[in-house]
């Protein structure tokens, strides 16, 4: 199943963004406020966004069918008739 | 006649300043009560004592800013300051009634400025003075709502391992006790100064202090005394809205919500610039809140919040303006 990035990441994005848009608007002794408010939110945004994409969340990878001697303590009994092919 | 006129405006600026307390004393104590750790009675008697010392720690530069920062000092009267002050005071009011957790930071500088252009025009107000306060209306919140995901965030990893959940909360329980004391002194060293400035142009305007003068040490004492009775006074109604209603906390979260704000307001503090204590604990609180999910904050008194504060300049900047008008009028 595909991922998406939830809600909470463009969240952070949206005030990431609007601490940026203001630096032109500060005094210039206080930039520096807005770029460190921004960078925290940019570094919080990519962190969310990755664990949507990547977290715990995220769909367990499709497995190869497992061999039965993986599972089974003992090796199966062979089916009647068969030629010794395991039972699943 | 004069005297008597500097005297009653040192006194309604004084009210205001004690109201200021009254209206944002949920702020102080909204998180150690919804979280349990003190009761609603000792918690504001807790904040009050630090809004009162907060002058100990704090310069006075967010005073210097109101008084000569925001509107042209030669701009000031007597009677600017009075409509500034009605002003401030009649929004206060309005959103104390119906509960909204406003800025009277804001509804302050509204207030003064709606005066002072009702006096002189446009010209009245001090470009730069104003773009750093808009500035930080947006900035400040944000800066909070970062910092208390980052500190819970955090706090939650250093802990992520420890088993003896009872204890943990136990020890947060304790250091919210201190969080929430940096957080009444944050408060009371911006809010207070606010008043300090104003009753600075009041002083300067009247002749009684040249205009290089600095915020006389009564001032400062009057105008902690005034804010921390107020804190003391209580703000209950407005309570639930800012502790339990935006989104639950927990000791830890309390804890978090409050050390960033305290930390974006001894940052503004020190460098003279009048936030609203309200947006800023708002911020931290929700960003706490987004620590678990966005869906964790309750969106719906969060977007009144945004509404109130996109209202009180232009509000109080109303009222004051249709204050002064009848004394330029008359002239």
């Given at each position: 199943m595909r991922r998406t990035i939830g809600r909470r990441p463009l969240f952070f994005f949206v005030a990431t963004l609007a601490c940026a848009a203001l630096v032109p608007a500060t005094p210039s002794d206080l930039r520096w406020v807005d770029w460190f408010t921004a960078a925290l939110g940019a570094f919080w945004t990519i962190m969310l966004a990755l664990e949507d994409l990547l977290g715990p969340g995220a769909p367990p990878r499709p497995e190869r069918h497992p061999r039965v001697e993986d599972t089974m303590p003992f090796a199966p009994p062979p089916r009647p008739g068969a030629g010794g092919r395991p039972a699943e | 006649m004069a005297t008597v006129a500097l005297v009653f405006v040192i006194a309604v600026a004084l009210a205001f300043d004690y109201f200021n307390g009254f209206h944002d004393a949920a702020n102080s104590i909204a998180t150690v009560v919804s979280t349990r750790v003190l009761s609603p009675r000792i918690a504001v008697a807790w904040a009050a004592v630090f809004n009162f010392i907060a002058f100990l720690i704090f310069k006075t530069k967010v005073a210097s800013t109101i008084a000569k920062g925001v509107v042209q000092p030669s701009v000031f009267t007597i009677g600017v300051v009075f409509a500034g002050l009605v002003g401030a005071i009649a929004w206060d009011l309005l959103t104390w009634y119906f509960g909204l957790p406003t800025s009277s930071s804001h509804a302050l500088i509204g207030g003064l400025a709606g005066a002072g252009v009702a006096r002189a025009g446009w010209s009245a107000l001090i470009g730069s003075g104003f773009q750093k306060i808009a500035v930080f209306i947006v900035i400040a919140p944000i800066l909070g709502l970062f910092l208390g995901f980052t500190i819970l965030v955090g706090v939650m990893w250093a802990f992520?391992?420890?088993?003896?959940?009872?204890?943990?909360?136990?020890?947060?329980?304790?250091?919210?006790?201190?969080?929430?004391?940096?957080?009444?002194?944050?408060?009371?060293?911006n809010d207070a100064q606010k008043t300090m400035g104003v009753i600075l142009a009041l002083l300067i305007a009247a002749h009684h202090l040249p205009a290089s003068a600095s915020v006389p040490i009564w001032v400062v004492l009057s105008c902690h005394a005034a804010i921390a009775l107020g804190t003391l006074s209580g703000g209950w109604r407005i309570v639930h809205t800012m502790g339990s209603r935006i989104t639950k906390l927990q000791p830890v979260g309390g804890m978090s919500a409050e050390a960033a704000a305290s930390a974006t307001l001894f940052f503004t503090a020190a460098h003279g610039i009048p936030v609203s204590t309200t947006h800023t604990i708002t911020g931290a609180i929700v960003g706490v809140g987004t620590t678990q999910r966005l869906s964790a904050v309750r969106w719906g008194v969060a977007g009144r919040v945004v509404w109130a504060w996109i209202l009180t300049i232009p509000g109080a900047f109303a009222v004051a303006w249709i204050v002064f008008m009848p004394f330029h009028l008359a002239r």
């Amino acid at each position: 199943m595909r991922r998406t990035i939830g809600r909470r990441p463009l969240f952070f994005f949206v005030a990431t963004l609007a601490c940026a848009a203001l630096v032109p608007a500060t005094p210039s002794d206080l930039r520096w406020v807005d770029w460190f408010t921004a960078a925290l939110g940019a570094f919080w945004t990519i962190m969310l966004a990755l664990e949507d994409l990547l977290g715990p969340g995220a769909p367990p990878r499709p497995e190869r069918h497992p061999r039965v001697e993986d599972t089974m303590p003992f090796a199966p009994p062979p089916r009647p008739g068969a030629g010794g092919r395991p039972a699943e | 006649m004069a005297t008597v006129a500097l005297v009653f405006v040192i006194a309604v600026a004084l009210a205001f300043d004690y109201f200021n307390g009254f209206h944002d004393a949920a702020n102080s104590i909204a998180t150690v009560v919804s979280t349990r750790v003190l009761s609603p009675r000792i918690a504001v008697a807790w904040a009050a004592v630090f809004n009162f010392i907060a002058f100990l720690i704090f310069k006075t530069k967010v005073a210097s800013t109101i008084a000569k920062g925001v509107v042209q000092p030669s701009v000031f009267t007597i009677g600017v300051v009075f409509a500034g002050l009605v002003g401030a005071i009649a929004w206060d009011l309005l959103t104390w009634y119906f509960g909204l957790p406003t800025s009277s930071s804001h509804a302050l500088i509204g207030g003064l400025a709606g005066a002072g252009v009702a006096r002189a025009g446009w010209s009245a107000l001090i470009g730069s003075g104003f773009q750093k306060i808009a500035v930080f209306i947006v900035i400040a919140p944000i800066l909070g709502l970062f910092l208390g995901f980052t500190i819970l965030v955090g706090v939650m990893w250093a802990f992520h391992r420890y088993r003896k959940v009872d204890r943990l909360n136990h020890g947060f329980r304790r250091t919210q006790l201190l969080s929430a004391a940096a957080y009444s002194l944050g408060h009371g060293g911006n809010d207070a100064q606010k008043t300090m400035g104003v009753i600075l142009a009041l002083l300067i305007a009247a002749h009684h202090l040249p205009a290089s003068a600095s915020v006389p040490i009564w001032v400062v004492l009057s105008c902690h005394a005034a804010i921390a009775l107020g804190t003391l006074s209580g703000g209950w109604r407005i309570v639930h809205t800012m502790g339990s209603r935006i989104t639950k906390l927990q000791p830890v979260g309390g804890m978090s919500a409050e050390a960033a704000a305290s930390a974006t307001l001894f940052f503004t503090a020190a460098h003279g610039i009048p936030v609203s204590t309200t947006h800023t604990i708002t911020g931290a609180i929700v960003g706490v809140g987004t620590t678990q999910r966005l869906s964790a904050v309750r969106w719906g008194v969060a977007g009144r919040v945004v509404w109130a504060w996109i209202l009180t300049i232009p509000g109080a900047f109303a009222v004051a303006w249709i204050v002064f008008m009848p004394f330029h009028l008359a002239r």
